[in-house]
């Protein structure tokens, strides 16, 4: 149960979390990521007939799994992305963020039929500027509803055509704060493909 799983330490790139008394590195950054693990480990205790094999194997596991784009720090980038598009994962994200960065710069894309006002006032407090941009998708927001939503909760909002656009933007205003992108798994693709072209041009 949520009684038995204690975050230790967290980190821009893992956590060290105890569960039932035994202690895990999990390399995946973030708080819900030991409830993640908890239920690994609960799923894979009640299925395994080998205890010892499993303790080994489990540990290591969750050492070196891998998961894209749930805040993801880009190595030499100041970037974190990650693909979080609910109210509660963005809960999760900002205490995270709040705790490991302090205040980021805010990319944000999200697709119309998300909670764009709750999302939008959790990524408020964390943000000390935002650049909202449409996602490459046909079900994106409407950059105006998303600037509205935001504009509620924070001052500093400066909408823009596309998510490459924004990223430009974001790196000349960023000072030495990091830029998280976040709201979408199209957001994030869109991101990662700017970051190519400018390393590519480079």
């Known amino acids: 149960g949520e009684s038995d799983i204690e975050v230790l330490a967290s980190f821009s790139d893992s956590l060290e979390m105890s569960y039932k008394g035994e202690v895990y590195t999990v390399s995946v950054p973030g708080r819900m990521q030991a409830r993640?693990?908890?239920?690994?480990?609960?799923?894979?205790?009640?299925?395994?007939?080998?205890?010892?094999?499993?303790?080994?194997?489990?540990?290591?596991?969750?050492?070196?799994?891998?998961?894209?784009?749930?805040?993801?720090?880009?190595?030499?980038?100041?970037?974190i992305i990650d693909v979080t598009h609910t109210l509660d994962g963005a809960r999760s994200l900002c205490e995270d963020i709040g705790e490991i960065y302090g205040k980021v710069v805010v990319v944000l894309g999200l697709l119309a039929d998300k909670n764009i006002r709750g999302i939008s006032e959790v990524l408020a407090g964390i943000a000390s500027k935002v650049f909202i941009a449409p996602p490459s998708s046909p079900r994106a927001a409407a950059p105006e509803a998303m600037e509205e939503a935001m504009r509620g909760f924070h001052d500093d909002v400066i909408v823009c055509g596309t998510v490459a656009e924004a990223m430009e933007l974001a790196m000349e205003a960023r000072g030495d704060e990091d830029i998280l992108v976040t709201?979408?798994?199209?957001?994030?693709?869109?991101?990662l493909r700017w970051m190519q072209e400018e390393y590519a041009r480079s």
């Open 36 to 79: 993640n693990a908890a239920v690994a480990i609960e799923a894979l205790s009640q299925l395994s007939d080998f205890p010892d094999v499993l303790e080994e194997n489990l540990s290591k596991g969750l050492a070196e799994v891998w998961w894209p784009c749930r805040m993801q720090k880009l190595m030499g980038m100041p970037l």
């Open 183 to 191: 709201g979408s798994f199209r957001t994030a693709e869109d991101a």
